[in-house]
């Protein structure tokens, strides 16, 4: 499992035991955090899955590919550095720890 830190734009934090295998996106849906709508499912044809890394994560994380950085042209005030599309973040161990914070609201 590794342990994820969801933090609402209010400030409210959701710490969550996600599987590896899940995506960073699947672990907040099923657990009811709210701000992640995942409106398409994960199949990265949205931005209603878009979070700020906590910048200690940045350089941590895969790159983003080309299909995930067109989509969060998309996204609510994104930020170059720390968006990111939460169903494409696989959840392996090495996330142990990941920090991400949703934005006031997803478009």
Same mark, same amino acid.
């Given at each position: ?26 672990? =907040? ?36 590919? =080309?299909?995930? =950085?067109?989509?969060?042209?998309? =996204? ?32």
């Amino acid at each position: 499992m590794a342990r994820i830190t969801y933090v609402e734009h209010n400030g409210r934090e959701h710490v969550i035991d996600v599987a590896p295998g899940l995506t960073v996106m699947e672990g =907040a849906r099923d657990n009811g955090v709210p701000g992640i709508e995942a409106d398409c499912g994960g199949a990265c044809a949205c931005s209603t899955c878009h979070v700020y890394v906590d910048a200690a994560w940045v350089a941590k994380l895969p790159p983003k590919d =080309a299909m995930e =950085a067109d989509m969060l042209d998309f =996204a609510w005030q994104p930020d170059p550095e720390r968006s990111r599309l939460t169903c494409q973040l696989k959840v392996t161990p090495a996330l142990d720890g990941l920090v991400v914070h949703l934005p006031e609201r997803q478009i």
